[in-house]
């Protein structure tokens, strides 16, 4: 049950995480499901009036998950009135997932800062629920449970953020082995991207970028024309990550 | 003097607008100048508790400036602890501009949300100012006077964001006349981008973007060499504003 002292938080303020990894070709994100209810959240929580936001939200993630040391970004300031969902209020009450003293705390109006972060799936080993939450779990983005007030909304927000940054932003080097074909690289945009990608295209507009290093390695195990290995080159990706993509701007 | 009822605003969230500016080759942004003080600030206030976070930026703007039907973005939510100048809280109190009774709601902790706008400058005749400043006007970004609180981080930020909004969504339709040479587009993104563009590529990539209508006429009164006159073809601009530019993912 939650039941804490209130008057530490920045009063209607929250801040909702949505943690990607990529897996078996799949977007993937970190969703808790609700004690004895049938809806699930992003992890959050609130700010301490004596904390950063930023701070916060790094602070609500590793309670909520476990995670630490994740790079999290702000990307969004969720504002509209009407936000939350009163069934949902109404049932965290009811099944006393929020003690009779904290009820008119979580009533009234909140707004949501927004994160997000990218994460290597397989480093995620623990996923730990927390006093509200009696499961913590990876879920495929197109196979969503039912979320909480506007989380579905959010989770979109963040996953449309993602999809421009591409446009002046590396992105891999945390998703991917270390050494990894063309045809899985691309394989990553088109999941982010939700869309197919020409080949071609792909591979020259990926090499302009000039973030790639060619090993003399091939993919093993296949029998025809086994495809080159690359890696990032990761001095210019870092380069990139803060400068922008050599084809941009 | 400020003096309202402080009960019907969200406690402790403020909203700032950064509104840009060409001009004589210059990128400008809109300031009010405080009160008998020697700082400036955004354009700014606060958020209604049964309003929209966006409705009540545009309300704010509205008031402050008098400019109405502006496209304004969110582009930041600023929630570090200390973002406040307590000196300048301070004098706003000893000059009267904060009444007695409104200073404690001031000195509270805000965060505030930043929303920037592009204005064609030309049509912004009448700047008012308020009931707590004195003047209103264009400043040039790089001759700024002493800003209020984090307002020139505020701004820095929302300069950022358009520049690397620049990689995936078209500029210029309210900021150039209808008709343009590509010197004088090449000119806008150098001025945003604070850097010198390659002529050529400059040209090669904007006409990839497939925006422009290249008409039959070109700039007069040049002698030699008169420069072909170009519009934004206005449906494939729409487009690209909402899908994104054709070079981009």
């Known amino acids: 049950m939650i039941d804490f002292k209130t008057d530490n938080f920045q009063p209607g303020l929250s801040v909702d995480c949505v943690i990607f990894g990529f897996h078996d070709n799949e977007l993937k994100v970190l969703l808790l499901k609700l004690k004895n209810l049938d809806f699930w959240a992003l992890p959050g929580g609130f700010v301490d009036k004596d904390k950063d936001v930023d701070t916060e939200a790094n602070r ?3 309670k909520r998950t476990g995670l630490t040391n994740i790079f999290l970004q702000q990307f969004f300031l969720f504002g509209k009135v009407g936000r939350a969902s009163t069934d949902h209020l109404d ?3 009811k099944k006393g997932i929020i003690s009779s003293e904290n009820a ?7 707004i949501t800062v927004g994160y997000y972060a990218l994460v290597e799936y397989s480093k995620v080993k623990q996923l730990t629920a927390d006093e509200i939450s009696e499961r913590c779990e990876w879920c495929a983005i197109n196979e969503l449970p039912e979320l909480m007030h506007d989380h579905r909304e959010i989770l979109k927000k963040a996953h449309d953020t993602l999809k421009k940054e591409l446009n002046y932003q590396p992105i891999g080097i945390n998703l991917l082995p270390r050494e990894f074909t063309m045809p899985e690289l691309q394989t990553l945009y088109e999941t982010i991207l939700e869309k197919p990608l020409d080949r071609r295209n792909f591979r020259r507009k990926m090499l302009s970028y000039d973030i790639l290093i060619k090993t003399e390695r091939r993919r093993t195990g296949v029998a025809h024309k086994a495809p080159i290995l690359y890696q990032f080159d990761v001095e210019k990706y870092q380069k990139a990550i803060k400068g922008g993509l050599s084809q941009s701007w």
């Open 60 to 62: 609500v993630l590793e």
């Open 91 to 93: 049932s965290l009450e």
């Open 104 to 110: 008119s705390w979580f009533n009234q109006r909140f």
